[in-house]
């Protein structure tokens, strides 16, 4: 069992730069990949990021290819996504998940676990 608690949203300006954060407790936290998903309003929930255990590969959703980036530190069972040069349409409840794949880290049915998401806005 994985417990996720994802932090560091907030309300930013465009063009600004955000850091979340996601504390997992629990054990083998190394071997998850974990990704990053985000649901605006009256959307579906969608892919941004991901970190594969077996080899820290990172895979990214087109729009924010250049802008964010997924980091993990497994002494501190943390995963990042640093976030930089922010849109608007980046607005979302982003949410840190936790998977037992080791590749196929796309698809949100793939994660077993879940955080509870954290609250991005940005303004224009």
């Known amino acids: 069992q994985v417990q996720l608690v994802e932090s560091g949203g907030g309300l930013v300006q465009a063009g600004g730069s955000l850091r979340l954060s996601c504390a997992a407790s629990?054990?083998?936290?190394?071997?998850?990949?974990m990704g990053w998903f985000r649901q605006a309003p009256g959307k579906e929930r969608e892919f941004v990021a991901a970190i594969a255990w077996i080899n820290s590969m990172t895979y990214y959703v087109d729009s924010v290819k250049g802008r964010f980036t997924i980091s993990r530190d497994n002494a501190k069972n943390t995963v990042y996504l640093q976030m930089n040069s922010l849109k608007p349409e980046d607005t979302a409840v982003y949410y840190c998940a936790a998977s037992w794949h080791e590749t196929d880290v796309i698809e949100d049915s793939n994660y077993a676990y879940w955080g509870q998401g954290t609250q991005v806005t940005v303004s224009s």
């Open positions: 629990g054990r083998s936290f190394s071997h998850y990949s």
